[in-house]
């Protein structure tokens, strides 16, 4: 599948670089679009972060759409507790495929024209699960959307990062993260509209491919990442693009950046080895804990089986399973948004800390309810403890385990250590994913949500031993406190 996504990039058209001096003196305004009195055509800002942010929208809804169609197929299909877990497992495991090559096939075609590509594989993967009548097309629709899954979780928050002025850069990654619950978001509610409609699952499927026609026309009239350019040294094309993004002025001096930037970080890429390096070795056992932590503590587990989860708690029908979802998917919007307010005052570690205790607690509640509850207090307790739980998780363990791994590592090993924990947490997912019915069906739910609190408290053992405050701290206090093990709070 890689090799054929190469194939197309080669086919992607490019957007041809507007000069100064090609038609000067024209001023169309076009949408978001319009030449200025020297011919360029500028795009602005917010057009792109719009347009480019549906990656994350599409990342969010086919994430999260398997939860609320997940019944419907099982009873269509007759599927077995394995079989609806490699039903959701095998996006992950496209996911992985898609992450593992995203930056080298950025690197070599562009952000643009891979983006391009991903837009096209989530209008495929979705319509080819929507039209599925037996088990096999619908796997194979999972495999493309877990491609494009994978590549886009890694390009486009790096797409807007660096087209982002550097003032709006950690506005446009927020945005980003935003994005990807509110899509989860939408496929819960898009799934309780449906749930009582006739075959509404291939619905409820064939909806994703709607914000991925939307992101593939986008994406023709939006210009290449200038870093990206520049790495070519295709500086005009570059300071076009600059051009075009910023809102008059002179771009020397950004280009002029890009380009020290770009020679620094060369000078500075370590090789894989490195990160055998005794300097490395705490940075990367922190970082790799905590994205084996974030998965095995169970989050996804809910998000992909949320309703079967509330029709094992006693909910009186799917429909009804499917709103209690939905309402989960609020909460996951709001405490995400209050993270995003709170990682640069409260700190990484205290929100960590204080996130680990509340879904360690929440778990617990669950892991007694389906112990002793009654029918009826149990639905009530389920959609209680596991909303409860997934706001925890909001606040702390989802978005700062991925701040962190883009602080704690030194900048010459970076990429690589970023890409060997990412790697574990996609492939952590997909385990838990896979087996989680499984676990449920051997050991019953109690067990297995016992057994969720109690890597919950690991996790919070393992961050108050080993995981530094990093907010407002630079590279070297951070390595000097892994150096001596040090933690401060």
């Known amino acids: 599948m890689v090799g054929g996504l190469a194939s197309l990039l080669a086919f992607v058209p490019v957007a041809q670089s507007t000069r100064p001096d090609d038609s000067a003196g024209q001023s169309l305004k076009a949408g978001g679009t319009f030449r200025d009195e020297r011919g360029v055509r500028r795009v602005k800002f917010h057009v792109v972060a719009a347009t480019a942010s549906l990656g994350g929208l599409l990342f969010g809804y086919d994430t999260g759409v398997i939860s609320g169609a997940l019944p419907f197929i099982r009873d269509l299909f007759q599927l077995s507790e394995a079989m609806q877990g490699f039903v959701v497992s095998i996006a992950l495991l496209g996911a992985a495929v898609g992450a593992a090559t995203a930056g080298s096939l950025a690197d070599a075609y562009g952000r643009r024209k891979v983006i391009l590509v991903v837009a096209l594989l989530f209008v495929v993967g979705a319509l080819v699960c929507a039209a599925a009548h037996e088990v096999v097309t619908l796997l194979i629709g999972r495999a493309i959307l877990g491609v494009a899954i994978g590549v886009a979780s890694m390009l486009t928050p790096l797409y807007l990062a660096e087209m982002a002025p550097a003032e709006k850069r950690g506005g446009v990654v927020s945005l980003n993260q935003m994005c990807i619950t509110l899509g989860i978001l939408l496929s819960y509610v898009v799934a309780y509209l449906l749930s009582e409609v006739d075959g509404g699952w291939r619905w409820m499927l064939a909806i994703g491919c709607l914000p991925g026609v939307v992101l593939g026309l986008g994406m023709l009239v939006l210009p290449e990442s200038p870093r990206w ?261």
């Open 229 to 489: 350019l520049a790495g070519q040294g295709r500086h005009d094309e570059a300071s076009d693009a600059l051009r075009r993004l910023r809102d008059g002025g002179d771009v020397t001096f950004e280009l002029n950046q890009l380009r020290t930037d770009l020679k620094t970080e060369h000078g500075q890429i370590a090789p894989w080895s490195a990160l055998l390096e005794p300097r490395v070795r705490i940075p990367l056992i922190v970082g790799v804990g905590l994205a084996i932590f974030q998965q095995i503590t169970g989050i996804n587990t809910v998000i992909y089986y949320a309703p079967i989860i509330f029709e094992k708690a006693g909910m009186a029908s799917t429909s009804a399973a499917i709103l209690a979802t939905a309402g989960v998917g609020v909460v996951n919007v709001v405490m995400t948004y209050v993270a995003l307010k709170l990682l640069d005052t409260a700190g990484r570690r205290k929100l960590l800390i204080v996130g680990l205790a509340g879904m360690a607690a929440m778990l617990a509640i669950l892991t007694i309810g389906f112990a002793v509850g009654t029918e009826g207090a149990l639905a009530w307790i389920a959609t209680l403890s596991v909303a409860a739980y997934v706001g925890f998780f909001a606040i702390g363990l989802g978005p700062v385990f991925w701040l962190l791994i883009s602080e704690i590592f030194p900048l010459a090993v970076r990429g690589r250590a970023m890409g060997v924990a990412t790697v574990a947490n996609w492939g952590s997912n997909l385990i838990v994913s896979q087996v989680f019915l499984m676990l449920i069906a051997g050991l019953g739910s109690a067990t297995t949500f016992g057994v969720f609190a109690v890597m919950s408290v690991g996790a919070l053992l393992f961050t108050i031993a080993l995981v530094p405050e990093t907010k407002g701290r630079t590279l070297e206090e951070i390595e000097a406190d892994f150096a001596g093990h040090a933690v401060k709070a």
